[in-house]
């Protein structure tokens, strides 16, 4: 791999502990908490929370394969780099592409989420375009200006989930009974495993704080503590709202509804509770479209180091020292994708590529050698053997979607590197 040149092609190192924890749960608390758990009910019913459980652990093991690999490799690029040094280019361009498109349809869900709390009727997708411009605007001026925003977007979410989830077991009625997962279980095994891979996506934020691997102070150690801790914030919160939500209106209520969280505090008597929900979606969403800016942008620099991407792309801004080109591509696709798809649609296909991502990761921390491991291969096995699963049980047209382009990526590589030979 060919070293990264120090002056203007470098990233500034600026984020500490803190800031690289912000950005995680900033990135995982996101619109996901939201809108996620209505899929995931209509495929397990009360069930969902086995789902949950299952999501969970899958993403702590990819978690730490991601910390232990970004300990050691701590530039820009997450799991792309880590798969080139660990298991050779083509790997390498495997996972990148996956995060790419993976997370580029993340970025469109999340503007339309936004934009579902926030904008008039009939104005959801102009509003959602205006969104992506100005986060992009936000991220082209700097990394500690995102660190900034999210700080105060985190804050505004947990204050509101707070006074939603009260709002539900308060002022709500719950019925304690419709919580455990044999209540309302649908789908058997296959509905639990598919659930899981639904709510996978909400947890996949801490890549944002691997991908941000050169804008780290002290990455050996900042990272890992990043990672696992803005994890362990992401699973309190998801584990708390979906007991009351299935507490309040049920599997078969949550499953039904378009906007699950504002449906439950509906029901109950705090009336002005209900725009504080749609608040703290709006924040929500806002938090993870920035952060995912910011991750989708470092990785297509990285990828655009090594030609996987036009090597223009690869250019830093002299004065903001940010990826600016990468962002402003990235920002003009988010937004022809916001006017051409729909929410479900972008967070399956989503799903597929993380999911893709992390199995390339778990590979490449298989491979690292004693010094610069951390964790047990066997949570590596794990997470390998969990993302696979999870892929194969996604719904049947986003599997489809999902490895048509992850196709077409491979053979415009293949292509380009023939070309080349010539």
Not at 164 to 173: H, S
Request: aromatic share 8%; charged share 10%; proline share 5%.
């Amino acid at each position: 791999m060919n070293p990264v040149q120090p002056g203007h092609d470098r990233l500034a190192r600026r984020l500490g502990t803190g800031d690289a924890i912000v950005i995680g749960v900033g990135s995982m608390v996101g619109a996901g908490v939201f809108v996620a758990f209505a899929p995931a009910a209509q495929a397990a019913g009360s069930a969902l929370l086995v789902g949950l459980a299952l999501a969970a652990a899958v993403a702590y093991a990819n978690a730490t394969s991601t910390a232990q690999l970004a300990a050691q490799h701590p530039s820009a690029g997450g799991a792309y780099l880590y798969g080139r040094e660990e298991l050779g280019p083509w790997w390498g361009f495997v996972a990148g592409w996956g995060f790419v498109i993976g997370k580029t349809a993340s970025c469109a869900a999340m503007a339309l989420a936004f934009a579902a709390y926030a904008a008039p009727p009939g104005w959801e997708r102009p509003i959602a375009v205006i969104a992506v411009f100005v986060l992009a605007a936000v991220n082209y001026r700097g990394i500690t200006r995102t660190a900034r925003l999210t700080r105060i977007i985190v804050a505004v979410v947990l204050v509101a989930l707070a006074v939603t989830v009260a709002a539900l077991l308060v002022g709500g009625e719950p019925r304690w009974a419709g919580v455990a997962p044999g209540a309302a279980a649908t789908g058997g095994w296959y509905g639990m495993l598919q659930a899981a891979g639904l709510l996978f996506f909400a947890f996949a934020g801490y890549a944002r704080i691997a991908t941000l691997g050169e804008e780290v102070r002290d990455p050996a150690r900042t990272i890992p503590r990043a990672v696992v801790g803005a994890l362990a914030i992401a699973v309190a919160v998801y584990a708390v709202v979906a007991v009351a939500l299935l507490a309040v209106l049920g599997a078969g209520g949550t499953a039904a509804s378009v906007a699950p969280l504002a449906d439950a505090v509906a029901l109950g008597g705090w009336d002005w509770a209900g725009p504080v929900v749609r608040v703290g979606a709006a924040a929500a969403s806002l938090g993870a479209l920035l952060a995912l800016i910011a991750g989708v942008g470092r990785t297509s620099l990285a990828m655009a180091r090594e030609r996987d991407l036009p090597r223009w792309l690869a250019a830093v801004h002299p004065r903001h020292r940010v990826p600016h080109r990468a962002e402003v591509v990235l920002a003009v696709v988010v937004c022809l994708l916001v006017l051409t798809v729909d929410l479900r649609g972008a967070l399956g296909f989503s799903s597929f590529g993380v999911l893709t991502y992390y199995a390339v990761a778990n590979l490449g921390a298989l491979r690292q050698q004693p010094p610069h491991r951390r964790w047990p291969r066997a949570l590596q096995v794990f997470g390998l053997l969990g993302c696979v699963v999870l892929v194969a049980t996604l719904p049947a047209a986003a599997l489809a979607a999902g490895l048509g382009v992850l196709v077409v990526g491979v053979v415009g590589r293949w292509w380009r590197l023939r070309m080349e030979a010539r």
